[in-house]
């Protein structure tokens, strides 16, 4: 019976994908080198594991928005789904590597995305737990199949800089923001009655930059 390790050897940016995509680069390992696999229907869910890094005092402004204040901290600071993936590995004896899709939100409305973006530089500590079915190859009776159990897991300090990398790849120099229907309406009818050219030109005038309390007031009340 299959006995499979798994280790994550480093991490990169998809190129040319759909979506901003992340890669994993898993390796497998069978503690039966001779067993042959003929295949793994592999699940994997990723956990960002917040308490195991230090944060700035930049970072910790930035994330009040999922953690508090930093003196709450010490009851709010928990680790937090990133992701679930799932994959299919294809036939081996011994080990292989493969190369794990995870996809990466832009999207700032989702928790991951707001963490990820907080931080400035340094490392993500991430727990991969793995689960899924193995189909092998038994010399007595054939093919046969086992369970992958969810003790299987990896810790993996993903540098932030690579998050950052995919991000830039595939929005450099942008952001993504959701807002309602009603909300969209109305910043476009703004934009429109005041001839602004851009989004971006719109929401500075919005945001008042460089401007006193009272013209910020005067903007957000003709929006």
Not at 62 to 77: A, N, S, V
Not at 98 to 127: M, Q, R, W
Not at 143 to 155: G, N
Request: some cysteine; charged content about 20%; hydrophobic content about 35%.
């Amino acid at each position: 019976m299959p006995d499979l390790n798994f280790s994550v050897e480093g991490a990169e940016t998809a190129l040319h994908a759909a979506a901003p995509l992340l890669l994993l680069k898993v390796r497998i390992t069978n503690a039966l080198p001779e067993e042959e696999i003929r295949s793994i229907i592999l699940q994997c869910q990723i956990q960002i594991e917040s308490p195991r890094r230090r944060y700035t005092p930049e970072e910790q402004a930035r994330l009040r928005d999922l953690f508090g204040e930093p003196e709450q901290w010490p009851q709010t600071l928990r680790s937090h789904l990133w992701t679930h993936v799932n994959t299919n590995v294809g036939p081996f004896s011994g080990a292989t590597t493969i190369d794990l899709h995870v996809p990466c939100s832009f999207d700032f409305n989702v928790a991951a995305t707001k963490y990820f973006h907080a931080l400035e530089s340094g490392e993500v500590p991430l727990c991969l737990q793995f689960s899924g079915t193995i189909f092998y190859e038994s010399e007595e009776s054939g093919l046969r199949i086992a369970q992958v159990p969810w003790s299987k897991e990896v810790h993996y300090r993903l540098p932030v800089a690579v998050w950052k990398g995919v991000i830039d790849e595939y929005y450099p120099n942008c952001a993504w923001l959701t807002v309602g229907r009603d909300v969209f309406d109305r910043l476009h009818d703004y934009k429109t009655r005041n001839g602004i050219p851009t989004w971006d030109q719109a929401l500075e005038q919005l945001l008042g930059s460089g401007s006193g309390t009272k013209e910020k007031a005067a903007s957000h009340n003709e929006l």
